[in-house]
């Protein structure tokens, strides 16, 4: 087994245990997310629905917004794993790319895993010409 192999093994793990902490009582599909700090440090998330579903928030959408609230830094995140439930590994919703895309490196891995299956990407791949806004270039010319 590869070291990069162990990684996504381990941050698996994780993911899977996140996955248990989910709030989903409408899908009734617990998905956890864990990110690998470059530090070593893992982060977890899971989805948490809500019955307006617009408001829900999923599982990796969740990790990245606890490492910033954590005081961690976008350069600080390696590497993210999903876990989903049953046989398929689903790639993250269009919400959670942009939001990838946002805090995470073109190159940065994105695994999706499941009892069976397993599927990576790296985050330029999963949303290429993504959404960009030089919110300070816009603010000094205002």
Wanted: glycine share 6%; with cysteine.
């Amino acid at each position: 087994m590869t070291k990069q192999t162990e990684q996504v093994e381990v941050l698996r793990q994780h993911a899977k245990q996140a996955s248990e902490k989910a709030y989903a009582p409408y899908s009734n599909f617990p998905v956890g997310a864990a990110i690998m700090m470059r530090n070593g440090d893992v982060i977890r998330g899971c989805n948490v629905e809500n019955v307006s579903y617009g408001l829900s928030n999923c599982a990796e959408r969740t990790a990245i917004f606890s490492a910033l609230a954590q005081g961690y830094q976008a350069s600080d995140m390696k590497t993210v794993v999903i876990y989903t439930p049953g046989e398929k590994a689903y790639a993250p919703c269009g919400a959670c790319r942009q939001v990838l895309a946002e805090f995470l490196s073109g190159d940065t891995q994105v695994s999706s895993t499941s009892e069976r299956q397993f599927r990576q990407w790296r985050v330029a791949d999963l949303l290429p010409e993504a959404f960009e806004f030089d919110s300070g270039a816009y603010r000094n010319k205002v």
